[in-house]
C-alpha cells in the first residue's frame, strides 16, 4: 500500500469519508457528527492520509490535534482489502507522523460496534482513557490512547 498525505477536502478522502459514514450508519443508526473542518487536518495542527492499492484509495486515517495529543479520526479500510494488515500499516504511520509533529499521545474515540477497531487499537498499544468530545457520555463509546516512543538519540 502507498500511503499519501491528501487533504481532507480531495476528492479520494471525500470519498472514503463518505463509505466511513455510510457505515457508521449501518452499525450506530446515524453518522458520526463530531465536527470536524478540513483545516484540522492540514499541516502543522494535522493530517489526513490515503492509502493506495493499485492506484485506488482504500484506506485512509487523520490526525488532528486536540490540545498536547493527537487525535485520531476517520480510519477506515475499504471491505474488500480488509484482513490484509492496511489499518495497522495506516496506524503505524499516524503515529509515526504525530510524533514528528511534536505529540507524545494519540487519542481516539471509537464505539462497542466496531469490535475489530477495538482489536486492532488494543493489539497496538492503546488502553483506556478518559472520555473526551460530544460522545464522551454515549453509552457504547470506547476511549483509548497510547504514549508513542520518542526514538533513541543517535550517537
Given amino acids: ?13 471525500v470519498r472514503l469519508v463518505e463509505a466511513i459514514q455510510r457505515e457508521m450508519v449501518e452499525r450506530y443508526g446515524g453518522p458520526d457528527e463530531t465536527p470536524v473542518t478540513p483545516a484540522e487536518f492540514a499541516p502543522p495542527r494535522g493530517l489526513f492520509l490515503v492509502g493506495y492499492v493499485g492506484g485506488t484509495a482504500v484506506a485512509c486515517a487523520g490526525w488532528r490535534s486536540h490540545g498536547e495529543d493527537a487525535e485520531l479520526k476517520r480510519m477506515y479500510v475499504d471491505p474488500s482489502v480488509r484482513g490484509n494488515g492496511l489499518a495497522r500499516r495506516l496506524l503505524a504511520e499516524i503515529e509515526r507522523t504525530a510524533l514528528q509533529a511534536g505529540h507524545r499521545r494519540v487519542i481516539l474515540e471509537t464505539g462497542d460496534r466496531q469490535p475489530e477497531a477495538v482489536t486492532l487499537y488494543r493489539s497496538a498499544g492503546y488502553a483506556d482513557v478518559e472520555p473526551f468530545g460530544i460522545y464522551a457520555c454515549a453509552p457504547g463509546s470506547i476511549y483509548l490512547g497510547k504514549v508513542l516512543d520518542v526514538p533513541a538519540p543517535a550517537g
Fill in 1 to 13: 500500500m502507498l500511503i499519501e498525505v491528501v487533504g481532507y477536502d480531495h476528492p479520494d478522502a
